[in-house]
C-alpha cells in the first residue's frame, strides 16, 4: 500500500514539476516568435540563452528545435563548425528533451528518435566531417561512438532520408548538386567537388595533384559519382520512381544490343559516358568486350530484378545470342540480323 501511495506521489511530484516549468500559450508564442527572429538574423548565441533558461520546458525546447530544423543550420561541415553554433547545439544537447531522448533511445524503435536527438544527430555527423578534414581547426572531435551513433539515428529519420533520396533523384535525372548531407554520407564528396573543378577548366593541376594524387580520367570520375549515387539512391528506396527505372531501361537496352552485335560499339546511340559506366573498354578485343557488356548486363538485370520484382533476363539472353562475329565464323555468308528482345519492364 505505502508503495503504491509513494508511486502516485512521485508521479504527482513529477507533472507538478512539469506544469511549473511550462509557459502558457501567450508566453509559448512570444518565446516563438523571439527564437525565430533571432535564428533569422544569426543571432544564435541569443537563442542558446534561451535555452539555458527554458532547457527544463519540454514546450519551448521542441518549439525551438522546430525553428532550428526550419533554419537548417548543419547544411554543411563549415556551418557545424561556427563557434556560435556549437554553442547553440551543445546547450540543446543539454535539454531535459534531449536527455530523455538519449534514456529512451535504446528502448524506442530508431524512427522514433525525436526532433530534438535528429538535430543533434546532424550537427555531430557534420562537425566530425569538419574536424576530419581540417585537424588545424583546434576543435575537439566529436566520439567515435557519438558518430556512429548519429549516423544510426540520421538513417532511421524518415525527413533526413527523404530529403538524401530527393538530391540524389535530382542530380541522377538533371544533374542538380545533391544536399552536403547527402555527398557525405554516401562518400561523393571529394568526387564531387573534384569533378566540378575539373568540369570548370580553370584548375591548377599540379595543386589537385598533391592534394587528391594521380587525378583520374574525367570520364571515370563521372562514372564513378553516378553509380555511387544510384547505389545510394536504390539503398533508399526499395523501388524508385518510374522516370529513374525508364532511364536504366533505355541503358539496358542499349547492352542488349551490344551483345546481339559487338559491331554497335562505334553506333551513334553508343557514347563514351555509357561505355565508362559500365566498364565497356571500346578498344579491347570483340572477345573481352563481349564478356564487359555480359558482366554489365547482368548486374543492371540483377538490380532490376530486385527494384521491381520482375524475372531475370540475363541467363535467356546470354544462353541464346550469337554475336555477328561468331556467326559469321561458322561459315553463314549472310547472318540473320538478330533484333534485340526490347522487353519493357511492366512497372
Not at 512521485?10 to 516549468?21: D, I, N, P, Q, T
Not at 583520374?216 to 553516378?226: G, V, Y
Not at 539472353?317 to 511492366?346: H, N, S
Request: hydrophobic share 35%.
Amino acid at each position: 500500500m505505502n508503495t503504491e501511495l509513494n508511486h502516485k506521489a512521485g508521479l504527482e511530484s513529477e507533472a507538478f514539476r512539469h506544469m511549473a516549468h511550462e509557459p502558457g500559450y501567450r508566453k509559448l508564442n512570444a518565446l516563438s516568435e523571439q527564437a525565430e527572429d533571432m535564428l533569422h538574423k544569426g543571432n544564435y548565441n541569443g537563442v542558446s540563452r534561451m535555452l539555458r533558461i527554458y532547457h527544463e520546458s519540454e514546450t519551448v525546447v521542441a518549439e525551438i528545435a522546430r525553428l532550428i530544423q526550419k533554419s537548417d543550420l548543419c547544411r554543411t561541415p563549415r556551418q557545424a563548425a561556427e563557434s556560435d553554433v556549437r554553442e547553440l547545439y551543445g546547450r540543446l544537447a543539454e535539454t531535459r528533451l534531449a536527455e530523455q531522448g538519449r534514456k529512451g533511445q535504446a528502448e524506442m524503435a530508431p524512427e522514433q528518435a525525436d526532433r530534438v536527438n535528429v538535430l543533434i544527430a546532424m550537427h555531430t555527423f557534420m562537425l566530425s566531417h569538419h574536424v576530419q578534414r581540417h585537424p588545424e581547426c583546434g576543435i575537439v572531435p566529436p566520439d567515435n561512438n557519438d558518430v556512429k551513433e548519429a549516423v544510426r539515428v540520421l538513417d532511421a529519420d524518415t525527413r533526413a532520408s527523404e530529403r538524401a533520396f530527393s538530391g540524389l533523384y535530382h542530380f541522377l535525372m538533371e544533374g542538380s548538386q545533391p544536399s552536403m548531407y547527402a555527398l557525405l554520407r554516401y562518400d561523393m564528396a571529394d568526387d564531387y567537388r573534384l569533378h566540378n573543378l575539373l568540369d570548370s577548366g580553370f584548375v591548377d593541376s599540379a595543386a589537385l595533384e598533391r592534394e587528391y594524387g594521380k587525378l583520374p580520367d574525367f570520364l571515370e570520375l563521372d562514372a564513378r559519382l553516378t553509380r555511387k549515387a544510384e547505389k545510394a539512391l536504390e539503398s533508399l528506396c526499395k523501388c524508385p520512381p518510374v522516370p529513374y527505372l525508364e532511364k536504366l531501361n533505355e541503358e539496358l537496352e542499349k547492352l542488349e544490343r551490344l551483345a546481339h552485335s559487338p559491331d554497335n560499339i562505334d553506333a551513334p546511340f553508343i557514347n563514351r559516358d555509357f561505355l565508362a559506366k559500365y566498364g565497356i573498354d571500346r578498344s579491347s578485343p570483340v572477345e573481352e568486350r563481349t564478356r564487359q557488356v555480359e558482366t554489365a548486363y547482368r548486374k543492371l538485370d540483377a538490380r532490376f530484378v530486385r527494384m521491381t520484382g520482375r524475372r531475370p533476363y540475363a541467363d535467356d539472353l546470354f544462353g541464346t545470342v550469337k554475336p555477328k562475329a561468331e556467326i559469321k565464323e561458322a561459315g553463314t555468308d549472310k547472318p540473320e540480323r538478330q533484333k534485340p528482345k526490347g522487353r519493357r519492364m511492366g512497372f
